[in-house]
Each structure stands twice: as structure tokens, then as C-alpha cells.
């Protein structure tokens, strides 16, 4: 049951880190990142990338992947409702399904109204983090060549 939590708890939260990426992305100013990437700054050059394809990469976060996490997680507290219900003994079997849905919505709701707010107040930061993680996956084949 723990663990049922834990993955509802991390798909809520996957969704909104999603929708967090994608408010920066449209609301970050591409000019910091220019001087960035003329100092060869790691991940630089991807945050510029990023934000030239602010719409695609925004609609990607906060519409396909903030809804596909929203249905999951939906379906997964309707799964831990079940499970409570064949565990415990409730007069009133629709209310844990009702804080069950409660729950993740609240959460939900409440995540994405402060990680918006984080997301357009720190917008440069949180695109160039983006940047370097994408930097960083880019350069993973790097890391295991030989040295000649």
C-alpha cells in the first residue's frame, strides 16, 4: 500500500516538474543564454533550442504530458481506493474514493498553481537546468569511449 502511494505521490509529481519546464520554457528571455553559449557554456546551446521551440516543447509538457499523468494518476487512486476498500471495513465505501480523488486532485491543483508561480519567477534557471540535463544526455555516449 505504501508503495501504491509512492507511485500516485511520483506521477503527480512528475506531472507538475512538467508543467513547471513547460511555463518556463514560454516565459524565459532567449538573451542570457547567447552570452552563455558564446562563453561555451554546458547546456547553453539546448536551452536555446529549447526556448526557439518554446510552443512545441511547452505543449509537449503541460498538454501531453501533464494530461497523461493526470489520467494515470487518476486511475491510480481509483487502484488504491479498491485496494483500502478490500482491506478495511468502511460503512461508506464511496468516501474513500471521494478523498481518494480529493487527494490527487488537491495536490495536483495546489503543485501546478506553485510551480507556475516558481516557474515564471525563475524561469532562466529552471530552462537552463533543462539545458544541461539535455547537455549531459547528449554526452553520455562520450563518457564510455576509449581515450586513444
Known amino acids: 500500500m505504501a508503495v501504491a502511494f509512492l507511485i500516485l505521490l511520483f506521477i503527480v509529481l512528475l506531472?507538475?516538474?512538467?508543467?513547471?519546464?513547460?511555463?518556463?520554457?514560454?516565459t524565459a528571455d532567449e538573451k542570457p543564454f547567447h552570452s552563455m553559449a558564446a562563453r561555451k557554456v554546458p547546456g547553453a546551446l539546448e536551452s536555446i533550442r529549447l526556448l526557439r521551440n518554446a510552443e512545441r516543447v511547452s505543449s509537449i509538457?503541460?498538454?501531453?504530458?501533464?494530461?497523461?499523468c493526470g489520467v494515470v494518476s487518476g486511475s491510480a487512486s481509483a487502484t488504491i481506493a479498491v485496494q483500502i476498500l478490500q482491506?478495511?471495513?468502511?460503512?461508506?465505501?464511496?468516501?474513500?474514493s471521494l478523498l481518494m480523488?480529493?487527494?490527487?486532485?488537491g495536490l495536483t491543483v495546489g503543485g501546478k498553481a506553485i510551480g507556475k508561480t516558481f516557474a515564471i519567477n525563475?524561469?532562466?534557471k529552471i530552462v537552463y537546468s533543462v539545458g544541461k540535463i539535455i547537455y549531459s544526455f547528449h554526452n553520455i555516449p562520450t563518457v564510455f569511449q576509449k581515450k586513444r
Open 122 to 124: 525563475s524561469c532562466t
Open 101 to 105: 480523488s480529493a487527494l490527487v486532485a
Open 87 to 96: 482491506k478495511l471495513d468502511f460503512s461508506w465505501p464511496q468516501m474513500v
Open 15 to 26: 506531472g507538475i516538474v512538467f508543467d513547471i519546464i513547460g511555463m518556463a520554457v514560454a
Open 61 to 68: 509538457c503541460n498538454d501531453v504530458v501533464g494530461d497523461i
